[in-house]
């Protein structure tokens, strides 16, 4: 559990309580239960992490476990909730905001991501692999919690392409992850960016033809997203564009934007490929150091129009950090949230963490995006087409 802004007044005399009721009726409703000593605060509970499947979590509806913050007068009979907060995907938060977001580019944005995102494992790990996975969920289950960047590291093996940590293959194809992006934006009319951000095994010089290598996979990432992928200036124009004047159709097309980063690409599709995202990356070993960074470079304005993706986590190295990838981010993501919730709406670009679950950066996102969106109405003075109605802007 995570809380952020508990009133002064309330330290000491209230309860952060996981539940599954709101609110909570009686002690079998309550998973864990800590005291609120610190205006901003997290507690690990011991209460296993549940598995929703995809079509529970595009319905985004409530998934029955709240958070709420109860005075010390507690009764499991009559409990006095002060602020509550349920587990909750965003699988259609674009689309839903597009009205107060519209005068909004990417550039512009603060977007929520993942980093590796196709390094994923679901179950147990073993400890040789806990430096090799990022994430526990798949692609779709992060595009339906809300994610909208991924950060894909590619390899050529056994006549297909796979996602890659450095030159150790994760589970899923290239193809398997564009049919699931796919298949998410045109049920939800949704945007994703793909970042191919670098590419190892089978992309080696010297050794394999590279070109016709790029070429290949260009192709394969161009046949797969046919009909969705935009054109390589979308990420500069804005979202009122992309999104078709925010209409709100019974089925709203979805759409995706490719950023490749190898500059030696000369061939057919050219048009569709963005230019590569520039990563920030901060290669700390402690909390300290990740934040010290991105209090630096984090929100530093860009003197390029290239889009920015912040890597918020940790980089386990010996000595200096041999904890798993997964125990690191336990380390961080809670200050990765706070400094976000406070500096979000002044910065912009994708923000990458690990175990994205343990954080509140799409909530923060969101958030920062919002405010983003209702002063930018105000400045230009914009006047909403006709499938906005003035509630949509609030």
Known sequence: MNWFGIPKELIGVTYAVLTTRNPPRGSSDVLSIAPITRHTDRYMTSAPAPAFNVSTLMKGECLGYWAVVIDNTYKPWNPAVLYSSCFTPKPRWMRQNCCTLSTLSILDLLIPGTHNSGMYHQGYTHPHEEYLYNQDQTVEQQLAYGIRSLDLRVQYSGGAFYVTHDRTRGWPTI????????????????????????????????????????????????????????????????????????????????????????????????????????????????????????????????????????????????????IGNRRAAEWVNHEVTEYFRQKGQHCSGIIATDYFLGNGMIEETIEANLEKGRAGLFIYHYRHHEHCIPNDTT
């Open 175 to 322: 193809e398997q992850v564009l049919r699931e992006v796919r298949r998410f934006v045109q049920a939800t009319g949704e945007l994703v960016l793909l970042d191919f951000h670098r590419f190892t095994k089978g992309f080696d010089e010297g050794y394999d033809n590279v070109t016709r290598r790029h070429i290949e996979l260009v192709k394969q990432i161009v046949t797969e997203l046919e009909g969705v992928v935009l054109g390589k200036q979308a990420y500069l124009t804005s979202l009122n564009e992309i999104f078709d004047q925010c209409e709100n159709k019974t089925k709203p097309s979805g759409h995706v934007i490719v950023f490749y980063n190898y500059e030696g690409y000369r061939g057919e599709y050219e048009e569709l490929l963005s230019p590569a995202v520039h990563h920030k990356w901060p290669n700390a070993q402690s909390e300290g150091a990740l934040m010290e960074y991105l209090k630096t470079h984090a929100c530093a304005q860009q003197s390029s129009s290239n889009l920015v993706s912040i890597m918020a986590e940790l980089t386990p190295s010996f000595p200096s950090l041999i």
